[in-house]
């Protein structure tokens, strides 16, 4: 191989790094017991401490294991969440609080993006918060929140 070709393998080796995708999930758990969960197609991620995904994550789940929440979420708030960085319009990320059965009103949850769509979320402080703030049933699509910006990442509180 000619050192120009490698060259330009490398360059374009370099770029391709720099530009890889990139989400991180952060929790802030104000409550004072209980450990922040997140898991992924039956594979715990995080206990606490921030994740960070190198590249899409996909169909995820996190909630306050209080010690009563199944492995699921199950009897808990749940916050469902997948960061992915839009390849066409509506293609980014979503991200809801969910509080249809078997998940419930456990404690006071909340999400927000940063690093982009900073100021969109959502908070649900009770049982009854509206279907704008977390999904009750399976079509209460106003509790879902989109970001279309490339590498945003998320920050889960508890105990808002």
């Known amino acids: 191989m000619r050192l120009s ?3 330009a393998l490398a360059a374009s080796y370099a770029v391709t790094r720099v530009s890889a995708e990139r989400h991180v999930v ?5 409550c004072g017991f209980g450990i922040p969960t997140l898991i ?3 594979n715990v991620l995080s206990t606490g401490g921030d994740y960070v995904s190198n590249g899409p994550l996909r169909s995820a789940i996190a909630y306050l294991q209080t010690g009563s929440c199944g492995f699921n979420g199950d009897g808990c708030t749940l916050v469902e969440t997948t960061l992915v960085n839009p390849t066409c319009a509506g293609c980014g990320s979503s991200t809801d609080v969910s509080l ?3 998940h419930k009103f456990s404690v006071t949850s909340g999400f927000g993006y940063y690093n982009g769509c900073d100021g969109v979320g ?5 049982a009854s918060c509206p279907p704008t703030s977390a999904f009750h049933k399976t079509d209460d699509y106003g509790a879902q929140r989109a970001c279309q910006t490339n590498d945003v990442n998320l ?3 508890f105990c808002l």
Do not use: E, K
Request: proline share 9%; charged share 15%.
């Open 5 to 7: 070709s490698i060259l």
């Open 40 to 42: 992924q197609g039956g």
């Open 155 to 157: 920050a889960i509180t």
């Open 26 to 30: 952060h929790f802030d758990n104000r």
């Open 122 to 126: 959502a908070d649900c402080t009770s």
């Open 100 to 102: 249809i059965p078997p």
